[in-house]
């Protein structure tokens, strides 16, 4: 009867681990499938063009160039190697500016001649415009429409994904602000978790270490909004007072929040990588007329490094994760991060505040699937570097 019990027991984990492993490499395989989606967009939205006038030199544009365009930061052609013509801006709602009802038909059947007019009157006249409208007319020339490059997308600094005619996709300061605030964060977190981590394994009395360290590894259950409720309250007006700030919401204020949050995994895996430390090996060394703290610092830290390295690592992949903590205290701006008390946007926190708004299937949806895939590596290096230093530390041993 055990063996039978045996029996199913091994078949029921063979079975939940397989169905468990295929579907990670499904999720994995869908996150990829949809972010390299991405680069089989067109510059332009889907459904549009950017016609100019047929004498206009001009061939290509980038995205960049397009977003400047349109914006009036480029005024003239010869900017973009083009003749010395003052460029004219011209979208659809500015039709009913230009011509009356009865000029462009009931039923707009007449538009698309009197957008072709318009191109063929102005030489610096760049029109964005629906292809099925000028489809069937002449004399106008159509800027050659290519797809999205992977270099524009992963070295591009600006991240504006809702932009017309021609959304950018830069990542760069999203990676940025994901890595300067995680930063920071180990930063501030590493030197208070290996001071309260050495007082509960060498310093404090049993009693209290019995009574703190629940309490701390607690600190792991509260929910990260309450974190971030925490941080919009008290750091933000804090760092606004302190350093004259327009606005407390910067990148401080996130890593400030992020070691708070990763705290209890650094103390708690430090703490239980120095009480390993064989018990003769801090006698020998008080024997040799070590004190105390000489044999902390000379004997528990070198001999537990390894464990101590992996509660660092674990605790800036906790930092890097962590979506509505950062969401609610950085200020969610979009730039390359300068200094840390400017605001800045992470990945996660961009992933959250835009997936909804995104449509199904867009470039724009499809590039926070791509956001997904570069936190999923950034992840899988942090992780290889725990299973490095724990396999590191069992050798050790």
Known sequence: MKKIIDRIARRIFT??????????LLIIGFLFS??????SNPVVDKGYVLALNQD???????????????DEEITNWKELGG?????????????????????LGAEYELAGAKIAELVKQHKGMIAFVPYSLIEKESGMKLIQDENISVEDVLLGDEWFPTATP????????????????????ILIALPFGLAVSIYLAEVAHPNVRKYLKPIIELLNGIPSVVYGFFGLAVIVPFLQKTFHLPVGESGLAGSIVLAIMALPTIITVAEDAMRSCPRMMREASLALGATHWQTIYKVVIPFSISGITSGVVLGIGRAIGE??????????????PTSILEPLRTIPATIAAELGEAPAGGAHYQS??????????ITLIINSC???VSARNKFKK
Not at 34 to 39: H, P, R, S, T, Y
Not at 56 to 70: D, G, M, T, Y
Not at 83 to 102: H, N, S, W
């Open 15 to 24: 079975i939940s681990g397989f169905t468990t492993s295929i579907a990670i």
């Open 34 to 39: 949809e972010a390299v989606g991405l680069f």
């Open 56 to 70: 206009n030199p001009v061939k290509r544009l980038s995205a960049q160039e397009i977003k400047l365009l349109f």
């Open 83 to 103: 003749q010395d013509i003052p460029v004219e801006v011209f979208r659809l709602e500015d039709l009913d500016k230009i011509y009356t009802e009865e000029e």
């Open 166 to 185: 021609s959304p950018i996709f830069g990542i760069l300061p999203l990676i940025g602000g994901t890595l300067w605030v995680s930063f920071f964060a």
């Open 323 to 336: 979506t509505m903590a950062v969401l609610m205290v950085t200020g969610n701006a979009a730039v390359i």
């Open 368 to 377: 926070l699937f791509l956001l997904g895939v570069i936190l999923f590596f």
């Open 386 to 388: 725990v299973e490095i």
